[in-house]
Antibody, heavy 115, light 113 residues
Framework: EVQLVESGGGLVQPGGSLRLSCAAS????????MNWVRQAPGKGLEWVAY????????YYADSVKGRFTISRDNAKNSLYLLMESLRDEDAAVYYC????????WGQGTLVTVSS | DVLMTQSPLSLPVTLGQPASISCRSSQSLVYSDGNTHLTWFQQRPGQSPRRLIY???NRDSGVPDRFSGSGSGTDFTLTISRVEAEDVGVYYC??????????FGQGTKLEIK
């Protein structure tokens, strides 16, 4: 069974940093591209970042470019999102999603940005 | 970026009746390989999104056959032939043809009348 489990969310002050993790199981993680998608409270879905299977191709939404860093460790079946210089508008539930077609999603981890 | 526009944004439906959601893109979603990367997701209250339909009309495993997707070019539709109580939630379309970025519609909230 495919499972994606996010962790690392929490309360952070504006300007602060947080590192999210997504633990994958039930499939060959290294064979799949991965994404981060976020959802602000009561709002819709926003794609955040993409990483290729080997980590060599990476894309970001304009809203996070230069502040967020996506990475992966295929040996640990894990996906990461380092978020720096956090803003109020970054507050959201962050989901990891498998593949270019977003076929499986984790349960999400909540990031709250507040002083 | 490709703009995805859904309508209606709110959809009250009587149990057992059909429901349709429209999704329009600001440019054609036909990729150079001939595929059209239009995907539909369902998000039930308190849950994470679940993919229902990919490449316009392909139903995911475990998705009831009352869900169907259709359309081409820039106009797409998700149809539920007979709405059941478990279908309550928000439905999103997403394009994966012209990315980055992948872009989502605003979401359509389906509720039971």
């Amino acid at each position: 069974e495919v499972q994606l489990v996010e962790s690392g969310g929490g309360l952070v002050q504006p300007g602060g940093s947080l590192r999210l993790s997504c633990a994958a199981s039930g499939f060959s993680f290294s064979d799949y591209t991965m994404n981060w998608v976020r959802q602000a409270p009561g709002k819709g879905l926003e794609w955040v970042a993409y990483i290729s299977t080997g980590g060599y191709s990476i894309y970001y939404a304009d809203s996070v470019k230069g502040r967020f860093t996506i990475s992966r460790d295929n040996a640990k079946n894990s996906l990461y999102l380092l978020m720096e210089s956090l803003r109020d508008e970054d507050a959201a539930v962050y989901y990891c999603a498998r593949s270019n077609s977003f076929d499986f999603w984790g349960q999400g981890t909540l990031v709250t940005v507040s002083s | 970026d490709v703009l995805m526009t859904q309508s209606p944004l709110s959809l009250p439906v009587t149990l057992g009746q059909p429901a349709s959601i429209s999704c329009r893109s600001s440019q054609s979603l036909v990729y150079s390989d001939g595929n059209t990367h239009l995907t539909w997701f369902q998000q039930r209250p308190g849950q994470s999104p679940r993919r229902l339909i990919y490449k316009v009309s392909n139903r995911d495993s475990g998705v009831p056959d009352r869900f169907s997707g259709s359309g081409s070019g820039t106009d797409f539709t998700l149809t539920i032939s007979r709405v059941e109580a478990e279908d309550v939630g928000v439905y999103y379309c997403m394009q994966g043809t012209h990315w980055p970025p992948a872009t989502f519609g605003q979401g359509t909230k389906l509720e039971i009348k």
